[in-house]
């Protein structure tokens, strides 16, 4: 009768002559009903073979079940698993056909390739039901995190959501695939410590915290059948332990083929074993508080020479989970594996107070003989209950389709709809309050200015603008994006010819005259010599046209990496910085209301001419509302990577401070000349701004500079400019300077530089080339990669089609299912 529980509840399974056969490096499963394997992002048309065994990975785009909220951050075209990463900015999912109810093992691997995806908080969920990650973060840069699950799925698909909660979501790798039935059996596991546990396959999905091979070494996941990886025990054995390892190098005698898919040999053919009748063996594991936990215990005898030599008691937080175990009870010969299943909840155990699983075996209660025991492998899963989740597809909000369309137009939804509500909110203010106050006067004063004020002279008409386009003649097309197209021209009627660069909407894009005319208020109400001028406007036969100031010499960019242009010098370099800071310095504290810039970058920095810098593209900027006490703006995540602010994509509070960080990064571009994103590097050298950091934290920023400047630059100038950058990337904004600081500062860097220059003008440079050390030759000057953000309009005012079509050759962009 006991006999007949023991088989119900335990894995028994029947000798097979098969056993003869077994090999000692088991053959590899292969799921019968297909598998999935992604690698995210990955645009690659080929195939992805994994470094760490031999399977391809897939391009993600076909299991997306929207094409909406995601886009790509790194490397898409890249043949490496994780050099690109899916990024979600709004709940999204996968969806996995899948073949009856069957229990798949759903891998999800995240290595997060800039600040942004590290910074990221986030749930994932299963079939709205499993919360398999509740606020998580993927901190670690240089190694994948990988989360394991066992989910039984009694659906025709198995779909996995993940939902933004602070800034973004992403993954980099998902794997599916369903596993043998043995693996996971519906019989219950023997409950420690619970009267009310009510486990059952069906309804609840497994997290696996732990895989040890016990007494034994790592077990990597090319040599375990279902790609699973083993780890020591040594790291969670009890201070003092006694134990002997033993080693088996006969051949493992599997009862049903396939046994070897619940733990490879290597997991048997090692073990510990008591040393004495008397001692213990124990083992403790972190675990969550507050849930249930299965725990399987395998077992193997390879140490006794009949099966009647071995009899123990198993402990799971001091209780005993087995009494007397006995392996004939459970197989008919030595080094012969079963395993037994317990569920139980974890304990605060330790003194830290850390919520633990301690597993241990001691002697039996019963048995008289001196009997020891063993434990050759052990693994733990959380159980996830079903619980009605979050619905995956949410709505986009209003806004949050405006912001979108705004990003990539010229038009700038998200600004219309900004300065709409702040002039709703006046109004508001106005009528509701008979003596508004100090502040809301203020801004019902600059209102009303913009809107009487109709700048007619910035009208420009249909035919000035085709006699200065040659009629939109396409040899003319300097740049082009979501918005339409950027057209070279001269204007000719309106006194000296004026070179112009004209944006024209394309039909596509339009969105009535009311965002046009707010835009031409917005825009024609700043005026800067740092800052790229509206000269005119057209909107007449269904055409909408916004002219600018033609910016001969592109962008900052072109002229510090991807490009033939001649290297700037460093006084150069410090007089575009100084100047582009003068612009922000402007737009956050010349006008009545601060103006957020949100895309500070140096394909946004513009030289005319005379290499004077300008800041261009307020397609994402907004203002800062009127109230006195609004310091900040709450929004959308929107920007370029490798320019965000970690502490707005925390908070999603947006202040003058994200563009002094977003300065920062660009600083250091001027020094190192690289993209601010570059894959195929060694991941500490990914993201610019980490990278240059860590090596100005340990006083060696001239490691890091332009190949090109080594010997050019003093080193106070040097020393300078790093603080400066160093100050400007500080983790919270309030720790940042303001961009007048900055301005004074980076003035500082050029006296120094000029000072030191007029003293010693011959030895400058060998003293310069002793002091900084040249960089470590890492090719920058090839395959360079970098990562734009999806809604920007990269087409700046000026660029000519040949660069543009190199620069889109050689960034991988962000590939934006929206707008595009
Ligand atoms: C599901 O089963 C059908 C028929 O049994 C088979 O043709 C199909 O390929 C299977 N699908 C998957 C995803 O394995
Ligand atoms: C994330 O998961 C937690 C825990 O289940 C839940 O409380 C929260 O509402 C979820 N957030 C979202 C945005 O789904
Ligand atoms: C996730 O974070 C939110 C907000 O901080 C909190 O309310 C919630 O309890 C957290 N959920 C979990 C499962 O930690
Ligand atoms: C990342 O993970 C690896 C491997 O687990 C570890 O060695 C490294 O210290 C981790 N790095 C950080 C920053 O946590
Ligand atoms: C356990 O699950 C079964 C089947 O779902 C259910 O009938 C039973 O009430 C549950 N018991 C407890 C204690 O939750
Ligand atoms: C072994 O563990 C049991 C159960 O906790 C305990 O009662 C016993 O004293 C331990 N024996 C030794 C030698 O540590």
Redesign the pocket.
């Known amino acids: 009768m006991e006999q007949v529980q023991l088989q119900l509840q335990f894995k028994v399974v029947a000798l097979l002559f098969f056993s003869i056969l077994t090999f000692k490096s088991s053959a590899q499963y292969t799921p019968p009903d297909g598998d999935y394997l992604l690698n995210c992002g990955s645009s690659a048309s080929n195939t992805t073979p994994s470094s760490e065994d031999n399977r391809d990975f897939l391009p993600d785009q076909s299991a997306l079940s929207t094409r909406k909220h995601n886009s790509v951050v790194g490397d898409a075209n890249s043949p490496t698993l994780y050099a690109a990463a899916r990024v979600f900015t709004d709940s999204s999912s996968y969806e996995f056909d899948i073949n009856g109810t069957k229990t798949h093992m759903v891998r999800l691997h995240f290595l997060p390739l800039t600040t942004a995806l590290s910074t990221a908080v986030f749930n994932v969920s299963a079939n709205d039901e499993f919360n398999l990650l509740s606020n998580f973060s993927a901190t670690n840069t240089t190694t994948p995190v990988k989360k394991e699950y066992l989910i039984t799925v009694d659906a025709e698909k198995l779909r996995i959501c993940f939902t933004p909660i602070y800034g973004l979501a992403f993954v980099s790798a998902i794997e599916v695939f369903s596993i043998p039935d043995d693996i996971i059996q519906s019989s219950e596991p023997t409950v420690v410590g619970q009267t009310d546990l009510n486990f059952s396959v069906s309804s609840q999905a497994l997290e696996t915290l732990y895989r040890i091979n016990v007494g034994g070494s790592k077990v990597t996941l090319s040599s375990d059948s279902m790609w699973r990886t083993w780890t020591p025990d040594d790291g969670y054995l009890a201070s003092g332990d006694t134990s002997h390892q033993n080693t088996f190098t006969n051949r493992i005698n599997y009862n049903s083929p396939g046994g070897e898919k619940i733990a490879p040999d290597s997991v048997y053919d090692t073990c510990r074993s008591m040393s004495s009748e008397?001692?213990?063996i124990t083992w403790a594991f972190e675990a969550s508080g507050h849930a249930t936990h299965l725990v399987r215990l395998h077992f193997c005898d390879i140490t006794s020479l009949t099966l009647a030599d071995l009899s123990f008691n198993v402990?799971i937080n001091?209780e005993i989970a087995h009494q007397d175990l006995e392996p004939w009870k459970f197989v008919e010969r030595i080094a012969t594996p079963f395993y037994i299943d317990f569920t139980a909840d974890s304990r605060r155990l330790s003194s830290r107070g850390k919520w633990l699983i301690r597993v241990?075996i001691?002697r039996p209660t019963t048995t008289s003989r001196n009997m020891k025991g063993i434990l050759n492998g052990l693994e733990i899963f959380k159980l996830v209950p079903a619980s009605v989740q979050h619905k995956c597809y949410k709505k986009p909000s209003r806004l949050m389709v405006s912001c979108i369309v705004g990003g990539s137009a010229l038009l700038s939804a998200a600004s219309l709809l900004l300065f709409l509500l702040y002039r709703r909110r006046n109004r508001l203010k106005s009528k509701e309050s008979a003596t508004p106050a100090a502040n809301s006067d203020v801004s019902q004063l600059t209102v009303r200015s913009v809107a009487t004020n109709m700048n007619l002279e910035l009208h420009i008409t249909l035919s000035q603008i085709k006699s200065a386009t040659k009629n939109f003649d396409e040899s003319l097309v300097i740049g082009a994006g979501g918005f339409g197209k950027v057209y070279k021209g001269v204007l000719k009627d309106s006194g000296p010819q004026t070179r112009v660069a004209i944006k024209r909407a394309s039909q596509r894009s339009k969105q009535g005259f009311p965002e046009f005319e707010t835009e031409i208020h917005v825009l024609s109400g700043i005026r800067h010599r740092h800052l790229v001028s509206l000269i005119g406007y057209c909107q007449e036969h269904s055409e909408m046209i916004l002219v600018y100031e033609f910016m001969s010499n592109g962008t900052l960019r072109d002229h510090l990496y991807n490009s033939d242009l001649p290297s700037l010098s460093w006084k150069q370099r410090l007089e575009m910085c100084i100047g582009s800071a003068r612009g922000l310095q402007y737009l956050h504290s010349g006008l009545a209301h601060p103006i957020i810039h949100r895309d500070v970058k140096s394909s946004n920095i513009l030289l005319d001419d005379n290499f004077t810098a300008k800041v261009s593209d307020f397609g994402l900027s907004r203002v800062v509302g009127p109230s006195l006490t609004e310091t900040h703006v709450s929004t959308g995540v929107k920007g370029t990577f490798g320019y965000f602010d970690p502490e707005y994509v925390r908070t999603r509070q947006l202040t003058t401070k994200s563009d002094v960080y977003s300065f920062g990064v660009i600083l250091l571009e001027v020094l190192c000349a690289r993209p601010v994103i570059r894959t195929g590097l060694p991941s500490e050298e990914i993201n610019l701004a980490d990278w240059a950091m860590s090596w100005q934290k340990q006083g060696l920023l001239g490691r890091t500079i332009d190949p090109r400047l080594v010997g050019e630059i003093n080193p106070n100038s040097l020393r300078m400019f790093g603080q400066i950058a160093e100050k400007c990337l500080e983790e919270y904004g309030a720790d940042r300077p303001t961009m007048a600081d900055v301005v004074w500062n980076l003035e500082y860097a050029l006296k120094l530089q000029e000072t030191e220059m007029a003293r010693e003008p011959f030895e400058d440079s060998t003293n310069c080339a002793t002091e900084l050390p040249l960089p470590p030759a890492i090719g920058r000057w090839n395959s360079i990669s970098s990562v734009v953000m999806s809604h920007q309009d990269d087409s700046s005012i000026a660029r000519d089609t040949k660069s543009e079509s190199t620069a889109s050759q050689v960034f991988s962009q962000i590939i934006s299912s929206e707008g595009r």
């Open positions: 008397n001692s213990n402990y001091d241990r001691g």
